[in-house]
C-alpha cells in the first residue's frame, strides 16, 4: 500500500507566530522622544503661565510727583535734582523705566514722573 498524499488545506496548516516589533535603540531613542516632547511642552506652559496674579477688586491710586522739563534741562540735571545723593545713572534709569520712554532724551515742556523714593526727597 502506498502512502497517499492529500493536500493540506489552508485550515490545518499550523498557524506561523506573529512578528514581533524590535526597536533598535535608535527606534527606542525615537519613540521616548517623541512620546516626551507632549510632556516637556505642558511643563513648559505651566512654568512660564502658572504663576499668573490673581485680579483683585481692591483698587488702590498710586500718586506720582511730576517734574516739567525746562529748557537746557536733561534727565541728568533733573536726577541731580531729586536725588543728590543718589547716582545719577540708577535715576535716569528708573525715570525712563517708570515713564516707559524709549530713550534718556527729554524735550522742554515734558512732565515727566518721578519715581515715589527721590519724590520725597525733591519736596
Do not use: C
Request: net charge positive; hydrophobic share 45%.
Amino acid at each position: 500500500m502506498s502512502a497517499a498524499t492529500f493536500p493540506v488545506s489552508a485550515a490545518f496548516r499550523p498557524s506561523t507566530p506573529a512578528t514581533r516589533l524590535h526597536l533598535t535603540r535608535r527606534g527606542r531613542v525615537v519613540f521616548t522622544t517623541l512620546a516626551a516632547i507632549p510632556l516637556v511642552a505642558g511643563a513648559l506652559f505651566f512654568a512660564v503661565n502658572g504663576g499668573g496674579a490673581a485680579a483683585t477688586n481692591t483698587s488702590s491710586t498710586v500718586q506720582f510727583h511730576y517734574v516739567t522739563v525746562q529748557s537746557g534741562q536733561s534727565l541728568w540735571s533733573i536726577a541731580t535734582n531729586v536725588a543728590p545723593s543718589a547716582d545719577p545713572r540708577d535715576v535716569i534709569a528708573e525715570i525712563v523705566s517708570l515713564n516707559q520712554l524709549q530713550s534718556a532724551v527729554v524735550t522742554p515742556g515734558q512732565r515727566v514722573a518721578i519715581p515715589a523714593q527721590y519724590a520725597s526727597a525733591s519736596k
